[in-house]
Nanobody
Framework: QEQLEESGGGLVQAGGSLRLSCATS????????RAWFRQVPGKEREFVGY????????YYADSVKGRFTISRDKDKNMLYLQMNSLKSEDTAVYYC???????????????WGRGTQVTVSS
């Protein structure tokens, strides 16, 4: 069974850091590009960034560029999101997603985790 599972969320003060992880299981994910999205209640899911699984090339939303870093461990099939200089507006549920082709649009991802809450206090 193919699964994505996020972890590492929590409460952090503004200016602090958190590292999210996304574990994937299932053969179908081999080579799939991965992405991070976030969502707050009442708003659409927002693109954070993606990583091309095979070569590690990343792309970020302007709102997180320079503060967040996406990385992966191909051997462990793990995806990471290092978040630094956190702001209150980064508060959201963070989701990892997977699909054969990367995109900035959530509708184009076929596989999702359940999300992990990140709360940044000001």
């Amino acid at each position: 069974q193919e699964q994505l599972e996020e972890s590492g969320g929590g409460l952090v003060q503004a200016g602090g850091s958190l590292r999210l992880s996304c574990a994937t299981s299932g053969r179908i994910f081999s080579g799939y590009d991965r992405a991070w999205f976030r969502q707050v209640p009442g708003k659409e899911r927002e693109f954070v960034g993606y990583i091309r699984w095979e070569d590690g090339i990343t792309y970020y939303a302007d709102s997180v560029k320079g503060r967040f870093t996406i990385s992966r461990d191909k051997d462990k099939n793990m995806l990471y999101l290092q978040m630094n200089s956190l702001k209150s507006e980064d508060t959201a549920v963070y989701y990892c997603a997977a699909d054969p082709q990367n995109s900035i649009y959530s509708r184009e991802y076929g596989y999702w985790g359940r999300g992990t809450q990140v709360t940044v206090s000001s």
